[in-house]
Every structure is written in C-alpha cells, then in structure tokens.
C-alpha cells in the first residue's frame, strides 16, 4: 500500500512496480472510468514503456482502450483530456512518471474527467489492488496518436506575437522529457534561446531533475552569467519551473505575483507555504486571494470550485486558468514570463517595489508516518494554551496543517503528504524575528512529540 500516495501512485521499478502490481492498478482503473478511451503517456526513464505495456495489459482487460501519446512531458498528457485525435476525446489521461525522483522510482498521475484522481480515490484504488485476481490478457487496443505535435502547434500558435523577441533565453532540462517541446516551441516563434542537458535521458546524468533544489540550479546559474538574460529549468515531467534573472531565483509564490500584472482583478489561489506578501500584495490590487491546501491535485480542485485565474505552489507549479486549461505547465508558464518580459515588464524592478521579508526555505523535520499528522493535532492542542514566552498570535489558518499569524511575520508547520517529514517555513519583517518564530513553533514541535 506504500506506492499510494495523496496525489499520485509511486515506487521503485521492479521492487514496488513490477507486471503484477500495474496489471492489477490497470484493470482497476478501467471500472473508474466510464468512457471508452483512456490516453497514456511517459517519461524518460528507461522503464516508463515497459510501465505502459504493463498498464495497458490492465486497462485493455478491464475493457478500456488505449491512446498511446509515447514519450511526452506532463502538461501533454493533460492536455489530452482537452483536445480530440481523429474525433476521439478520452474520458481519463494517465502520466507513467517518476518526476523529480532518482531514476529507479517511477508513478502513475491519474486524471478522470479532467479532473485529479487523488486522495482517497487512490487509497482506495490500492485496497482493491491487494485482494484483485491478476486479469488475463485480452486483445490488445491501442491506438498512437500525436499528442506532442498538437500541443506544440497550440503554443506556437497562442504565442506567435513573441516571435523573434532578442531577450537572451537560456534553459536547463536536466535531461528530463522538456526537451523534446523546447526545442520545437523556440525554434519556431525565432526565439533566441539556448538549452542545457536538453536529451531526454531517464538516468539524468548531469544533476537531479528538481530545480527547487538551489544545487541543481548551478550550472543554469553560470550559463547564465555569460550568455543570458532570463534562464528557466524544468522538473523530469515538465509541470514545474524554475525562473531565474540575473538579480533572483524567483519562486512560484512570486511568479504568481508577476503573472497577474496583466490580468484584471483575478482570483488567485496560494498553497499555506507562500508569503504573506503575495496574499497582501494581490488584495492591494483589487484581485480575489485563496489560500489553500498544498499539493497539485488540491489546487487544480480548488481552481475548478472558484473559477480562478491562476494558482501556485513556492516549488514552481503555476497553474493558468486564465487563457488556458487550469492545468501546470511550466512550458506555457515559460511563455507568459516571456510575454511579461515581451511588453516591457521589468522583473527585478518589480520585485524590488515589494515589502522586503525575511524567509526560510522549507525545512523538513523527520518523523514517521503514523506520527505525523498526530504531531500536527498535538501542536493545535498545545497552541489553545501557548507558552508564556511564545510570541503573540494575531490568528491561526489550519486549512493544511497550522499556518500561525505573528505581529509581524508567520511560521508554518504541516505533515508532508508524500514523505514522513513535517514541513516548516517561517517569515518576518525581520531576520531576527523570523529566527524567534522558527525557535518557538520547534519548541512546540518537540513538545507535542515528547507527549505522544
């Protein structure tokens, strides 16, 4: 029951995701799903097609056909479920990927109806797995369609006013599967761009494929001090985007801020971990803030349930609503920064106008998996009746953990839920402040342990 996850369904090749298990999550998915044809695509990684003759075995026996896109970043996939091939529309999309994860894992992001497969539904999808007879093969129904073109056509065709813009682009792939639209997009809006580690390559031989990990950015850094104006790196699957000038390494929190410049009064939906000065500064606008739960498959929900125009995670998921499908992409993010850039938009300029705050990465706190969340409840408790020393609550958010409101900053703790780690972040209008936040919610965090 270990592969399934909040948001998606992950393991190690072979170990954990072996022909047994991926027959059976297949042919379970299939009685899911109530139209006719189910659209599959994967990543880089050496063993995603072998996962995909696999999934296909399961998907074929529970009596569902398969539009097989090959290898394609993420936001393709998603943006199968939006657009039909040959008049067929399929009613569910499965990614076969293993992200920003070591090579040996790999996972499946489940959409149904064009909307997240996640939470309980996956949890229960694993209790059927276990008790499941393996299915015997039936005929074999699929269909290969060309995903990767049509998506490609689309960007080109809603960017083309970008085309031939001078700006200096650099990018980094890290060998994931973003290469394989990059080079087709920039090449044909003439955009002057080059690219690192561009080769799909699923044992990502030159860094890890997580650009929210500041290490995996150095070699976009240097390329950048010499032949760039703007830089991006790109996550394995291509949801996630990092965007680099040579001032800042600009988070999702503040590319968010950065995108609704041009969009009148949007709605804006926030995970708990982003600053309290995009919330404050988009109200200061007139827009509509949201803060949220965490996790893609939460936000894309909550967009649907409030008709948003954008949303965002610090990590560098940024979903568009607005001129777009409501998905994460950090292609089509890559374009509307380019846009931004495009009409004149400074974007050091910009972010120097905002309040300056001290913040924390997140730091995670190892604990255990039936620990974690109990941790959290302990933490509420313990927060009704807080130590003398603690420093003054103005108001406490537990929309996804404990978001805690200070005189002049917050701190946050929440239970991961993909890792067995609590996640910390803190902030303030000062370094020393941000300091006695983090201080006081670990104090907090040992108490609560120490109790259980």
């Known amino acids: 029951m270990s592969i399934y996850r909040e ?16 027959v059976r999550i297949g042919y379970a998915l299939a009685s899911k799903i109530d139209g006719e044809y189910v659209a599959v695509g994967y990543d880089a990684r050496d063993h995603s097609p072998i996962l995909f ?25 998603y943006f199968c479920n939006y657009n039909e091939f040959d008049g067929i529309l399929s009613s569910a999309s499965v990614m076969i990927t293993g992200s920003h994860n070591p090579s040996e894992y790999n996972g499946f992001k489940i959409t149904i109806n064009k909307a997240p497969f996640f939470g309980e539904d996956i949890y229960a999808l694993g209790r059927e797995c276990e008790t499941m007879e393996f299915p015997s093969k039936v005929k074999r129904e699929v269909t290969k369609i060309d995903a990767l073109t049509r998506y490609v056509d689309f960007l080109v065709s809603e960017f083309q006013h970008l085309k031939g813009m001078p700006t200096r682009i650099v990018y980094d792939c890290g060998n994931g599967v973003a290469g394989i639209v990059t080079e087709r ?4 809006l003439k955009l002057n761009a080059k690219g ?9 031989p030159n860094h890890h494929p997580d650009p929210s990990d500041e290490h995996n950015l150095e070699d976009i850094k240097k390329f950048l001090a010499t032949d760039g104006d703007i830089a991006f790196a790109y996550d394995g699957d291509a949801d996630r985007i990092a965007v680099l000038t040579h001032k800042n390494n ?29 919330y404050d500064e988009l109200e200061k606008r007139g827009a509509t803030a949201i803060m949220y739960k965490t996790g893609h498959s939460n936000l894309k929900v909550k967009m649907q349930e409030t008709n948003a125009d954008l949303a965002c995670e610090v990590s560098g998921h940024v ?14 993010a890559t374009l509307r920064m380019l846009e931004l850039v495009h009409d004149g938009i400074d974007l050091d300029a910009e972010l120097a106008k905002l309040p300056h705050v001290f913040s924390t990465e997140e730091i995670k706190v190892k604990t255990t998996e039936s620990e974690k ?9 313990l927060l009704k009746n807080p130590p003398a020393s603690f420093p003054k609550i103005k108001n406490i958010i537990d929309v996804d953990g404990v978001r805690i409101n200070f005189e002049n900053g917050w701190g946050l703790v929440r239970a991961s839920n993909t890792t067995p780690v609590l996640v910390t972040r803190f902030e303030s ?3 020393e402040e941000a300091k006695l936040y983090e201080k006081a919610i670990n104090d907090l965090i040992l108490e609560a342990k120490n109790s259980l």
Request: glycine share 10%.
């Open 185 to 188: 997009i920039f090449g044909a």
């Open 196 to 204: 690192l580690f561009v080769n799909p390559d699923g044992t990502f």
């Open 53 to 77: 003759e696999y999934l296909v075995h399961g998907l074929n026996a529970g009596g569902k056909k398969v539009l097989d896109m090959g290898m394609v970043p993420t936001p393709v996939n």
């Open 7 to 22: 948001y998606d369904i992950r393991g190690v090749f072979q170990e954990e995701l072996n022909e047994q298990s991926v």
């Open 429 to 431: 209008t000062s370094q």
């Open 319 to 332: 979903f568009f609503k607005n001129r777009y499908f409501g998905y994460d992409d950090a292609i089509y």
């Open 373 to 381: 969340f109990k941790i959290i409840n302990r933490v509420k408790e």
């Open 250 to 278: 600009i988070k999702g929190d503040m590319m968010a801020l950065l995108y609704s410049l041009k969009m009148d009064k949007p709605t804006v939906i926030g995970e708990v971990k982003c600053s309290q000065v995009m």
